[in-house]
């Protein structure tokens, strides 16, 4: 069974950072496009980032560009985010999902929340 | 950014019914969309790549059409287990970019 599983969230003050984990098990995380996707309270869904198998590409939406970093490390099956300079609009779910174009296999969600 | 619009924003129906979704892309998308099904406090599931093609183990009422910048997502007859928000989602270009979902609620 494919499983993904992040973790990492929590509480953080404005201008703060925190680092994601998403353990994958069932597949093999190294064949696969990784993303994470957000959604706010309430509020519908954002593609933030995505990475490559090989790691070699990464993309990002403009509202986290700068400021958040997806990395992978394919020997522990997992994807990571790393989000510095935390603003309170990225109070979030976040979600990492397998894919390059659309989303097949999605984690739980991890709840990031950005308040002082 | 290519923006994408769903509709309606809700939707009311009774169990047995057939319902449709719209999702318009602000440009020319192809075929490149896909169609996710959300209960609350659970991820998102996919449904449908590439406007009309079904993932595997999602039941046969569900069916998606369109190209270029119209497409609908029916639910041939409405079961309980369907009622959730919908979401259209498009991967012509990056960023990739969602709806702002339909939620199919009880009459």
């Known amino acids: 069974e494919v499983r993904l599983v992040e973790s990492g969230g929590g509480l953080v003050q404005p201008g703060g950072s925190l680092r994601l984990s998403c353990a994958a098990s069932?597949?093999?995380?190294?064949?696969?496009?990784m993303n994470w996707v957000r959604q706010a309270p309430g509020k519908g869904l954002e593609w933030i980032s995505n990475i490559s198998s090989s790691a070699i590409n990464t993309h990002y939406a403009d509202s986290v560009k700068g400021r958040f970093t997806i990395s992978r490390d394919n020997a522990k099956n997992s994807v990571y985010l790393q989000m510095n300079s935390l603003r309170a609009e990225d109070t979030a779910i976040y979600y990492c999902?397998?894919?390059?174009?659309?989303?097949?296999?999605w984690g739980q969600g991890t709840l990031v929340t950005v308040s002082s | 950014d290519i923006q994408m619009t769903q509709s309606p924003s809700t939707l009311s129906a009774n169990v047995g019914d057939k319902v449709t979704l719209t999702c318009r892309a602000s440009?020319?998308?192809?075929?490149?969309l896909a169609w996710y099904q959300q209960k609350p406090g659970k991820a998102p599931h996919l449904l449908i790549f590439?406007?009309?093609i079904l993932e595997s183990g999602v039941p046969s009422r569900f069916s998606g059409s369109g190209s270029g910048t119209e497409f609908t997502l029916t639910i041939s007859s409405l079961q309980p287990d369907d009622f959730a928000t919908y979401y259209c989602?498009?991967?012509?270009?990056?960023?990739?970019?969602f709806g702002q979902g339909t939620k199919v609620e009880i009459k």
């Open positions: 440009q020319t998308i192809r075929s490149w």
């Open positions: 590439k406007a009309s």
């Open positions: 069932g597949f093999t995380l190294s064949s696969y496009e």
């Open positions: 999902a397998s894919g390059d174009l659309y989303f097949r296999h």
């Open positions: 989602q498009q991967y012509n270009s990056y960023p990739w970019t």
